[in-house]
């Protein structure tokens, strides 16, 4: 098998993947997946988007994943492992397939974590799900001579995904649950304030829901740590082709555009995102975005 | 005979505009070429349409702007884009640079904006064609959108084909939501449309069962994918059956809707066109644009086509042939 | 909260009509509801509406009347039936005997012929309600169909209205392959329609791409299914925000198109229908009509409604609720 | 597991239904489904209707298939066989499926084979695929006292299907390819009327393409025997419902009605379907048929 490799250096391949294990683990389901090209250049924070439903299906839409981690060099090419929640139509397809089976696999996409050019001690907070790609990410920070703290947070005990792995990857780690079925009763960011300051962190890393996002922001920042998080909006493409997937975000000159989560994303650092803007599961555009008074006229 | 390579001859003729291959991505699906070319050379293409231009930069609308259906989604982007200026400068450049026949697709609120738009764009090289969003609320008509009504729609092709050289052919592209395609149809080429673009998307509402709301926020969206195919086909089907039936002058017919194979495809080049542009399906698979080139290619020749052009239409020709036999 | 059987009131009201539930069969694909009968008992649905039937016995089409497209499928069955007289011979009368509530289609080619079969069915015994199919052509006008022309759409309304009993109400059928439905809808209500039945197929062609000629021998087909539903969900959207707006007097919507599911139909409720018509779903599962029934009860007694009637249009008084707030 | 039974004696029921064996035969797939309800009242000649794609699948409309045999009293409930080619995308799916799949079965549907109340000489002929439900029609003609002449006919030895069967339920088998790759080379019409002739067959049942069925009706009248065919009509519903399924056919009484082939046949009496209607994939209205009249205003 022919590794494909994108015409981009580090860019997106499209690749026959098929499932090589599957495993149980709490609420979700931890797929492995054979995927040549994708794993070569895949750093941490990146995505995976996978195609649903089989042949002559009626979802036409790929879906997004957080890569979990990646093995570039199994017997047969490179695999790339994700943590599915069985949250829909599109996902309950993909936790009922068995090894052997096929998945169209497009990747990596997005942009990965960023990360610091000298060792800095780090926070790595994850919520549900969210929780995948953070290991990779602290065994690559840990390689720099970082020091590691992680929080997993869910809203209950099944929903936790890699506990064990984060004892393993960090200085500390901290579970907390909303209803207390396991570590501390609360969210992420009942905690994450003492943690940074005990680590005397300078970067947090956080993956989970927009509103844990945002609330993990504002401590990263009233406790003097810059937030990098990695969004979840809903994507049409993944590629940066529909405009489907965009988010205001400030950039350096001080101007809100509409981003495309998907490329100029997943990962932002979160002082830049425009958090306010979204209310009811509606994201507004803010009155002073860019190109926001051209859609006044219509 | 199945063949891996097809030899057969795919050149397209739009009018004065030759393109090595039928094939196109569709406004709106493809930004302008920059990412799908991670995938496969856009150069490769029959030409790349880029999302509708407006004049000023727009933000597009509020989010969700997506919602998927059955073999179908619904989008409400609000022609999100960076203005004409920023546009021509990164975009058309970049399309130039790698060789690519770029067909700029512009929109405009009202027929003052896309005459500019045009004629800010004439003189540009690099343009092989442009297509004329016409599926825009036309501000000076309560909003009503132009391609809803044959007047509003024949004011834009001819505001736009009088600042656009003879050299650069104007396509215009229509909306299946009205009860006459064909009048349409006939209003813009009468107003100078050197060719046709159909279809752009239904309009369409989702409803969130759990929120009990619509699930974009813009409310309504416009419907694409394959199960929109059979309105495309029978839109493309009724106005080439109106030009061979002498009912509007003939010009070509450039296909679009729900294209997700080569067959499909085909199925619209039987039916009259003579270009196919890939939209929705390019999100499910990058590559989909060239694959349906090759599988087009593989399709014409397997029939026993000479060449690409034999095809355009030809399924009037065999029923006309089967009804005169009957 | 999961029920097994829900208890919430899932009366439906239509104007004077009462039924048991908002559940119906869809015209044209149901029979005369004898062959659904031996999967569940029709009489449990809210209405079984009856396949339009004209005046003459009709062979309908030739064959291939059916191509399965993408989550849809084209037919082109030519209103084949055995005429007025058989049907209420045979037809009504089973559907009295079994106890089901019918909902007459009937079909026309001409004003007169809509009167006609009105006036025939005026004083029958067992006729729910009459729903106007208007999507025919009007042989007395270039073959349009009455459905894509208000004034054509309202001279049918008006004559089938003048010999109907006021107990008996009138649906009219629209079709959404029209420019302006709001404007299609008004023309109806104002013609004496008692609701409006939103949508009927839209028009599509599929071609065969071995025989390179059109799949349907009637070469155009209406498109159904789950494909077109955010089409439906659109236009009965559209029609209910009109009325919500005093652009046209209130009347009852029964949404029909593309519903597989209790929350698809649930869909078409929050968008304002008081009644749901399952169709071409039918032919997959044959038990749908029911099933969707049971389904939507549960939906509904789930999302805290005390009866299916609050759940009509609701998700319009979410929405502007939502924008009150901003 | 309860046996659903439909409301009308003997009529079809919908059942969630199971593959528990496949087997390859020449170019088909041979697939017997746990159909609790279905096989127990089948007769010859009936079909079921399949649904395909799985979950969420584009391909709304169910695949009709001749049922090849029944087995009422499995250990698990009743079983039903069919033989499917791999044909179009419907098929494709079905054929690739494994043990153990679940599929979704409407059945009995459609009128049986019309069986003689006397013991009588009958030919069974079958193209490609169409034999697959003659050997259970052959048992039931023999348990009756029928003399039984089975002939198989298709395009190549792949396409063949039950040739040992054939063999054992008859007193005579005859195998005709169009390519001579296996038996006679030519149609089963070339051998049809010598089988008649030799068995004085007073019956020909046949099951097959179009073009077979009308020769084969031709021939037996030719030669004094009447033909019962099972046609293949495209079908949306194979209930009754949707009218997408008809044929012309000649009532008693002399007149032409386009009938349901779903409900009213798939089997009909050969000389009483106007097979001079169908040209070029096109199935005309003949100009005599009831209500073809009406259908000319428009
Ligand atoms: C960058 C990124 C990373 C993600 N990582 C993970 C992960 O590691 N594990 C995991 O379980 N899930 C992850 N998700 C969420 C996952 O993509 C959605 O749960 C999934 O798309 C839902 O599809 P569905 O068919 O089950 O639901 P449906 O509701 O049937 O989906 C309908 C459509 O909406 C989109 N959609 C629905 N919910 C979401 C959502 N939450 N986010 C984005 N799109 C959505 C779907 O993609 C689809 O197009 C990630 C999403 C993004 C954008
Ligand atoms: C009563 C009856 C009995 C049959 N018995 C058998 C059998 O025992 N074994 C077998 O292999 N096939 C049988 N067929 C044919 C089988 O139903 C078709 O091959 C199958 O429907 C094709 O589906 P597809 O998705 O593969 O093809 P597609 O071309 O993708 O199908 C598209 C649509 O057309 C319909 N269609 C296409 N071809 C046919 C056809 N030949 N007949 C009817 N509908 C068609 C399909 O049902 C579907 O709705 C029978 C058909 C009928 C009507
Ligand atoms: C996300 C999205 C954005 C689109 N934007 C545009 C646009 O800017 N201008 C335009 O003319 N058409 C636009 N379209 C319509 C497509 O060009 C095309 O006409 C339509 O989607 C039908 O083709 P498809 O089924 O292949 O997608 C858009 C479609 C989608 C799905
Ligand atoms: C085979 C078929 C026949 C139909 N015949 C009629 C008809 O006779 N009269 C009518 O008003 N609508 C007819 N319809 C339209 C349906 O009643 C319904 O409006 C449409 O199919 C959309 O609903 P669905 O997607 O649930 O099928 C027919 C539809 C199908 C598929
Ligand atoms: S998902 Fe399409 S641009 Fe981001
Ligand atoms: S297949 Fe529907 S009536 Fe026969």
Same mark, same amino acid.
């Given at each position: ?298 | 005979?199945?063949?891996? /390579?097809?030899?057969?001859? @795919? +050149? !397209? ?6 393109? =090595?291959?039928?094939?196109? *991505?569709? %406004? &709106? ?19 790349? /349409?880029?999302?509708?231009? @407006? +004049? !000023? ?6 989010? =969700?702007?997506?919602?998927? *259906?059955? %073999? &179908? ?26 060789? !690519? ?226």
């Amino acid at each position: 098998m022919s590794v494909p490799s994108s015409r981009r250096p580090g860019g997106p391949v499209q690749v026959a993947g098929r499932i090589i294990s599957v495993r149980r683990v709490g609420a979700y389901q931890h797929l492995t997946i054979l995927a040549p090209g994708v794993a070569e250049t895949a750093r941490p924070g990146q995505f995976v988007a996978l195609a649903v439903g089989g042949e002559r299906t009626g979802m036409l839409l790929r879906r997004s994943f957080s890569i979990h981690k990646v093995t570039p060099t199994g017997v047969y090419g490179g695999t790339v492992d994700v943590v599915v929640a069985d949250a829909g139509r599109g996902t309950h397809w993909l936790t009922t397939r068995g090894v052997g089976e096929p998945v169209d696999v497009v990747g990596p996409l997005g942009r990965a974590f960023p990360l610091p050019k000298t060792p800095e001690a780090c926070v790595l907070v994850g919520g549900g799900y969210g929780t995948a790609p953070l290991f990779w990410l602290a065994d690559v920070l840990r390689e720099r001579g970082c020091r590691v703290d992680i929080i997993l947070g869910a809203a209950s005990e099944d929903r936790l995904f890699g506990v064990l792995e984060a004892r393993r990857s960090s200085t500390t780690s901290t579970v907390t649950t909303d209803d207390g079925s396991a570590g501390t009763k609360g969210r992420v960011t009942n905690v994450l304030g003492e943690v940074i300051d005990r680590a005397d962190a300078s970067v947090v890393y956080a993956c989970g829901p927009m509103a844990m996002l945002r609330a993990v922001t504002d401590v990263a920042t009233a406790h003097g740590a810059v937030a990098q998080v990695a969004v979840e909006e809903s994507m049409a493409c993944g590629i940066g082709i529909c405009m489907t997937c965009v988010m205001p975000v400030e950039g350096p000159d001080g101007q809100t555009r509409m981003l495309r989560s998907c490329v100029e994303g997943p990962v932002f650092r979160g002082d830049t995102v425009r958090w306010e803007s979204w209310q009811d599961g509606i994201g507004r555009v803010p009155d002073d975005c860019v190109g926001a008074a051209a859609m006044r006229s219509h | 005979m199945t063949l891996d /390579v097809a030899t057969v001859d @795919m +050149t !397209a003729r739009i009018g004065s505009l030759t393109l =090595p291959n039928p094939l196109m *991505t569709a %406004s &709106g699906c493809a930004a302008a070429g920059r990412e799908l070319h991670q995938f496969f050379d856009v150069g490769e293409l029959g030409a790349v /349409v880029t999302k509708s231009v @407006m +004049t !000023a930069p727009r933000s597009g609308r509020d989010t =969700p702007r997506m919602a998927e *259906t059955d %073999s &179908g989604m619904l989008n409400s982007i609000g022609l999100q884009g960076p203005g004409i200026d920023a546009f021509v400068e990164k975009d058309l450049a970049w399309l130039r640079e790698v060789g !690519a026949r770029a067909v700029v697709s512009i929109a405009g609120s009202s027929v003052q904006e896309f005459r500019d738009l045009a004629a800010r764009l004439a003189d540009e090289p690099g343009v092989a064609a442009i297509e004329v969003n016409i599926s825009c609320p036309n501000v000076a008509n309560r909003g009503l959108v132009f391609a809803c009504e044959p007047t509003s729609a024949a004011s834009v092709v001819a505001a736009v084909r009088a600042v656009l050289p003879p050299t650069i052919p104007l396509l215009a592209k229509l909306s299946p939501d009205v009860t006459d395609i064909v009048e349409i149809a006939a209003a813009c080429v009468s107003a100078g449309a050197d060719g046709l673009t159909m279809i752009n998307t239904l309009l369409g509402i989702s409803i969130d069962v759990d929120r009990m709301r619509p699930r974009l926020a813009g409310l309504t969206g416009g419907l694409s994918g394959p199960a929109v195919r059979p309105v495309a086909v029978r839109c493309i089907w009724q106005v080439q059956a109106a030009m061979l039936a002498g009912r509007l002058p003939t010009v070509p017919i450039v296909g679009v809707g729900g294209v997700r194979t080569g067959l499909d495809a085909l199925e619209l080049v039987l039916a009259g066109a003579c270009a196919v542009q890939v939209g929705t399906v390019a999100f499910h698979d990058p590559s989909a644009p060239l694959r349906v080139r090759d599988e087009l290619a593989k399709a014409v020749q397997e029939r026993g086509f000479s060449s690409f052009m034999d095809a355009v239409g030809h399924a009037h020709r065999v029923l006309a042939t089967a009804e005169g036999t009957r």
